[in-house]
T-cell receptor, first 114, second 112 residues
Framework: DAGVIQSPRHEVTEMGQEVTLRCKPI?????LFWYRQTMMRGLELLIY????????DSGMPEDRFSAKMPNASFSTLKIQPSEPRDSAVYFC????????????FGPGTRLTVT | QQQVKQSPQSLIVQKGGISIINCAYE??????FPWYQQFPGKGPALLIA?????SEKKEGRFTISFNKSAKQFSLHIMDSQPGDSATYFC???????????FGSGTQLTVLP
């Protein structure tokens, strides 16, 4: 039973480069969440989708960040251009409407921007 | 008003001891309070959750105590084990909202 799948697991890039993080939610889940985790700010919700539609993107730090969910089984989080302060672990989580309470998190992508 | 305040930031407990992590909230619309456990290199995973219509929920060695009037809830880990060493997050959700508001996390270390 596959959980939430994220790729890549680790990403090292130089400042100014474009970074794309990918997520495959659990099959049948209709809500998807992107989080960012840092020591300083903890776990922050960036954006969430319901039925592939962005519902709340108020956590997206700035215009350099964008997220898409073209279908129920795939989402991307893009950072362009990347900056050193974007270095963090980015998590994707999914849930289904029958269990609004429990979010299933992926293993995360550790992003380092040098 | 959307914040959930969590304490302590870190906690060290001897094996067999009781670990207690506290959270407080302001938003009275919150109606679901889960706790998530995160091991290094992994994503958070749901540990236990409670609704405000009960004052306590117990699952094995893990217990949530809930005080609605004080707007506080806590996680108690009885007979703490080294394998419990992880970061614990409290969270809260309001109504039909799908998003959770997370606390800042508590890094628990259980010494052997």
């Amino acid at each position: 039973d596959a959980g939430v799948i994220q790729s890549p697991r680790h990403e090292v890039t130089e400042m100014g480069q474009e970074v794309t993080l990918r997520c495959k939610p659990i099959s049948g889940h209709n809500s998807l969440f992107w989080y960012r985790q840092t020591m300083m700010r903890g776990l922050e919700l960036l954006i969430y989708f319901n039925n592939n539609v962005p519902i709340d993107d108020s956590g997206m730090p700035e215009d350099r960040f964008s997220a898409k969910m073209p279908n129920a089984s795939f989402s991307t989080l893009k950072i362009q251009p990347s900056e050193p302060r974007d270095s963090a672990v980015y998590f994707c989580a999914s849930s289904h409407s029958g269990s609004l309470y429990e979010q299933y998190f992926g293993p995360g992508t550790r992003l380092t921007v040098t | 008003q959307q914040q959930v305040k969590q304490s302590p930031q870190s906690l060290i407990v001897q094996k067999g001891g009781i670990s207690i992590i506290n959270c407080a909230y302001e938003n009275t619309a919150f109606d679901y309070f889960p706790w998530y456990q995160q091991f290094p290199g992994k994503g958070p995973a749901l540990l236990i959750a409670i609704r405000p219509d009960v004052s306590e929920k117990k699952e094995g060695r893990f217990t949530i105590s809930f005080n609605k009037s004080a707007k506080q809830f806590s996680l108690h880990i009885m007979d703490s084990q080294p394998g419990d060493s992880a970061t614990y997050f409290c969270a809260a959700r309001s109504g039909s909202a799908r998003q959770l508001t997370f606390g800042s996390g508590t890094q628990l270390t259980v010494l052997p």
